[in-house]
C-alpha cells in the first residue's frame, strides 16, 4: 500500500536553485537547513513524503518505526518459516537518522550529481528507507541458534574397518551468517517484504568412493582408542564435531596434515559450544573444550603409523585420557598438531565416535611393514610446593585446605620400531614437564600484616 501525503511541494527549478545556493556549504556531507522539505519524489519504503518538512517527517517515521517495531522478519529455509521478534534482537528505528537520510536525498554529491538527483526524483521516485539499529552480539546469538539446526558438516567416503566396505560420502551444508545478518537487518527497516530466504552453501566431501577405489585404501596401518565421560554434553558435542571435520582426510606422500587447518576455528559460528578446557595451568570454560582430546588420540594413532611429527604441544597439566606424554594440546592460530606422511603411500585419517569411546585411524593401500610401540622410558615425579595463607576466620592452629595441589611430572617417551621381532629404531618422540599445581591451605591466627594499624595516626 502507498500513502500520498501532501506536504505543499516545492517547484522542480526551486529545488536546483536551492541545491545551487547550498553550494561549497553543503558539500557532500548531507548539510541541509533547518526548515527544508523533502524534494518531490522521494518516498520512505513506498511512503510519498515529497515536499515534507523535519517536523513532519519525524512524525512520519515515529508512527512507522511504531508499527515496523511489532513486526516479525520471517526467515524461510527447506520450506520451514522462522520469526524474529524485533525485541529478541534490539532492533530500534532510528527516527533522526532516517529523517536526516530523508531531507539529505538530493542534497550530496556535486552540483551536477544533485540537479541530476532532483531531477530523477520528480520523474521516476527515489527510495529512502528507514533506519535501523540492531544489537549484533543479540542479532549473532539468535541466527547461531538457527545455524546449529541447518548445518550439517560434510561426510567423506570412509572405510569399514571391520567389515571391508567403504562408507559412501555425502555433501554438508551451512548457513551463511554475513549474508543472512545484512538480509535480516535489512528487512528489519522495512515495512513491507519482512520476509529473508535463508543463504545456505553446499560443502562437498574432501573423499569419495572413487577415490578410495583409484588410491586402493584398504588396510589398517595404527588406531587409538580413548574414553570420554557421555554426560558432559557440551563437551561430547565438541568431540564429535571434530571428528566429522576430521574424518576421510587424506594425506599424499610426504604430504604434511595440519589439525588447525583440518578442523577450522573453535568458535560458536562453525557449532562448537562451551566446555571446560586447560588455559593457563587452570581448567576454565572455553569454545572448544573436548578438541584436544581427539588431538590426543590422533596423535597417538600417528605414531603408531610411524609418521613423522613435526609440531605437538603437551598440555600445561596432566590429562586423563591418554599416558602422560602422550597428550597434544591444540590452539587455534597459535598451537598445532602436524605431522608429515613418510610412507610412500597416501594415507586416510578417519575419525569415529561410538558411545563414550572415540577412535581414531590411519588407513592406507598396504599392510605395515614394521610394529610400532610407544612406552615412557623415565618418569619423575614433583611433590606439590603448600602455600599457607594466614586468615582472621580461621580459629588459632586450624587449618583450612582451599585448592588441592597435584604433583608435577618429568617424562620421556620413545617410540620403537620392530621388525621381524628385533628393534630397528629407537627415538626419543618427548620430553615433557607437567608442572605441580600448589596445594593453598588457610591458617588460623594472624600476622603483622593484618594488625590495623591505622591507630599510629593519632600518636
Given at each position: 500500500?502507498?500513502?500520498?501525503?501532501?506536504?505543499?511541494?516545492?517547484?522542480l527549478f526551486?529545488?536546483?536553485?536551492?541545491a545551487a545556493?547550498?553550494?561549497?556549504?553543503?558539500?557532500?556531507?548531507?548539510?541541509?537547513?533547518?526548515g527544508?522539505?523533502?524534494?518531490?519524489?522521494?518516498?520512505?519504503d513506498?511512503?510519498?513524503?515529497?515536499?515534507?518538512?523535519?517536523?513532519?517527517?519525524?512524525?512520519?517515521?515515529?508512527?512507522?518505526?511504531?508499527?515496523?517495531?511489532?513486526?516479525?522478519?520471517?526467515?524461510?529455509?527447506?520450506g520451514?518459516?522462522y520469526?524474529?521478534?524485533?525485541?529478541?534482537?534490539?532492533?530500534?528505528?532510528?527516527?533522526?537518522?532516517?529523517?536526516?537520510?530523508?531531507?539529505?536525498?538530493?542534497?550530496?554529491?556535486?552540483?551536477?550529481?544533485?540537479?541530476?538527483?532532483?531531477?530523477?526524483?520528480?520523474?521516476?521516485g527515489?527510495?529512502?528507507?528507514?533506519?535501523?539499529?540492531v544489537?549484533?552480539?543479540?542479532?549473532?546469538?539468535?541466527?547461531?541458534?538457527?545455524?546449529?539446526?541447518?548445518?550439517?558438516?560434510?561426510?567423506s567416503?570412509?572405510?569399514?574397518?571391520e567389515?571391508?566396505t567403504?562408507?559412501?560420502?555425502?555433501?554438508?551444508?551451512?548457513?551463511?551468517?554475513?549474508?543472512?545478518?545484512?538480509?535480516?537487518?535489512?528487512?528489519?527497516?522495512?515495512?513491507?517484504?519482512?520476509?529473508?530466504?535463508?543463504?545456505?552453501?553446499?560443502?562437498?566431501?574432501k573423499?569419495?568412493?572413487?577415490?578410495?577405489?583409484?588410491?586402493?585404501?584398504?588396510?589398517?596401518?595404527?588406531?587409538?582408542?580413548?574414553l570420554?565421560?557421555?554426560?558432559?554434553?557440551?563437551r561430547v558435542?565438541?568431540?564429535?564435531?571434530?571428528?566429522?571435520?576430521?574424518?576421510?582426510t587424506?594425506?599424499?606422500?610426504?604430504?604434511?596434515?595440519?589439525?588447525?587447518?583440518?578442523v577450522?576455528?573453535?568458535?560458536r559460528?562453525?557449532?562448537?559450544?562451551?566446555?571446560?578446557?586447560?588455559v593457563?595451568?587452570?581448567?576454565?570454560?572455553?569454545?572448544?573444550?573436548?578438541?584436544c582430546?581427539?588431538?590426543?588420540?590422533?596423535?597417538?594413532?600417528?605414531?603408531?603409523?610411524?609418521?613423522?611429527?613435526?609440531?605437538?604441544?603437551?598440555?600445561?597439566?596432566?590429562?586423563?585420557?591418554?599416558?602422560l606424554?602422550?597428550?597434544?594440546?591444540?590452539?587455534?592460530?597459535?598451537?598445532?598438531?602436524?605431522?608429515?606422511?613418510?610412507?610412500?603411500?597416501?594415507?586416510l585419517?578417519?575419525?569415529?565416535?561410538?558411545?563414550?569411546?572415540?577412535?581414531?585411524?590411519?588407513?592406507?593401500?598396504k599392510p605395515?611393514?614394521?610394529?610400532?610401540?610407544?612406552?615412557t622410558?623415565?618418569?619423575?615425579?614433583?611433590?606439590?610446593?603448600?602455600?599457607?595463607?594466614?586468615s582472621?576466620?580461621?580459629p588459632?592452629g586450624?587449618?583450612?585446605?582451599?585448592?588441592e595441589?597435584?604433583?608435577?611430572?618429568?617424562?620421556?617417551?620413545?617410540?620403537?620400531?620392530?621388525?621381524?621381532?628385533?628393534?630397528?629404531?629407537?627415538?626419543?618422540?618427548?620430553v615433557?614437564?607437567?608442572?605441580p599445581?600448589?596445594a593453598?591451605?588457610?591458617?588460623?591466627?594472624?600476622?603483622?600484616?593484618?594488625?590495623?594499624?591505622?591507630?599510629?595516626?593519632?600518636?
Amino acid at each position: 500500500m502507498v500513502v500520498r501525503i501532501k506536504c505543499g511541494l516545492a517547484g522542480l527549478f526551486a529545488a536546483i536553485f536551492l541545491a545551487a545556493t547550498l553550494g561549497a556549504a553543503a558539500g557532500a556531507g548531507g548539510f541541509y537547513l533547518a526548515g527544508s522539505r523533502a524534494f518531490t519524489g522521494v518516498s520512505l519504503d513506498g511512503l510519498d513524503v515529497g515536499g515534507c518538512d523535519p517536523a513532519t517527517l519525524t512524525d512520519i517515521v515515529r508512527e512507522l518505526g511504531e508499527h515496523v517495531e511489532r513486526q516479525p522478519v520471517v526467515l524461510i529455509y527447506d520450506g520451514h518459516r522462522y520469526t524474529i521478534m524485533p525485541a529478541e534482537i534490539g532492533a530500534r528505528i532510528d527516527v533522526p537518522g532516517t529523517v536526516r537520510a530523508v531531507l539529505r536525498a538530493g542534497r550530496h554529491g556535486s552540483l551536477a550529481e544533485r540537479a541530476r538527483a532532483i531531477v530523477l526524483a520528480r520523474r521516476q521516485g527515489l527510495l529512502v528507507s528507514l533506519s535501523v539499529s540492531v544489537d549484533r552480539k543479540r542479532l549473532r546469538d539468535v541466527l547461531l541458534k538457527l545455524a546449529s539446526e541447518i548445518n550439517i558438516e560434510p561426510r567423506s567416503a570412509t572405510l569399514d574397518i571391520e567389515t571391508g566396505t567403504i562408507v559412501p560420502e555425502r555433501p554438508g551444508r551451512r548457513l551463511v551468517l554475513h549474508r543472512l545478518e545484512a538480509g535480516v537487518m535489512e528487512a528489519a527497516g522495512r515495512v513491507r517484504e519482512r520476509e529473508v530466504v535463508v543463504p545456505v552453501e553446499i560443502i562437498p566431501p574432501k573423499v569419495g568412493i572413487a577415490d578410495i577405489k583409484r588410491l586402493g585404501i584398504a588396510h589398517l596401518v595404527s588406531s587409538y582408542r580413548t574414553l570420554f565421560d557421555p554426560s558432559n554434553s557440551n563437551r561430547v558435542h565438541n568431540i564429535r564435531l571434530t571428528a566429522l571435520k576430521l574424518n576421510g582426510t587424506l594425506v599424499r606422500p610426504g604430504g604434511i596434515f595440519s589439525f588447525n587447518e583440518t578442523v577450522g576455528p573453535r568458535e560458536r559460528e562453525y557449532g562448537f559450544l562451551e566446555a571446560r578446557e586447560i588455559v593457563s595451568n587452570e581448567f576454565v570454560p572455553g569454545i572448544g573444550g573436548g578438541v584436544c582430546q581427539v588431538a590426543s588420540t590422533l596423535y597417538n594413532a600417528v605414531l603408531l603409523a610411524n609418521q613423522e611429527i613435526i609440531e605437538r604441544h603437551p598440555h600445561s597439566l596432566p590429562v586423563t585420557y591418554v599416558p602422560l606424554g602422550r597428550d597434544a594440546t591444540v590452539y587455534y592460530g597459535t598451537l598445532d598438531l602436524r605431522f608429515q606422511n613418510v610412507l610412500p603411500y597416501p594415507i586416510l585419517v578417519q575419525a569415529e565416535v561410538t558411545g563414550s569411546e572415540i577412535t581414531t585411524s590411519i588407513i592406507g593401500s598396504k599392510p605395515p611393514s614394521v610394529e610400532v610401540r610407544v612406552i615412557t622410558e623415565r618418569m619423575e615425579r614433583e611433590d606439590p610446593p603448600v602455600i599457607e595463607r594466614v586468615s582472621r576466620d580461621i580459629p588459632q592452629g586450624e587449618r583450612v585446605v582451599e585448592q588441592e595441589g597435584s604433583c608435577g611430572y618429568l617424562v620421556t617417551t620413545v617410540r620403537l620400531v620392530v621388525k621381524n621381532g628385533k628393534e630397528v629404531r629407537r627415538e626419543t618422540v618427548s620430553v615433557d614437564r607437567y608442572p605441580p599445581v600448589p596445594a593453598i591451605v588457610r591458617v588460623g591466627g594472624w600476622s603483622p600484616s593484618l594488625l590495623d594499624l591505622s591507630f599510629l595516626s593519632h600518636i
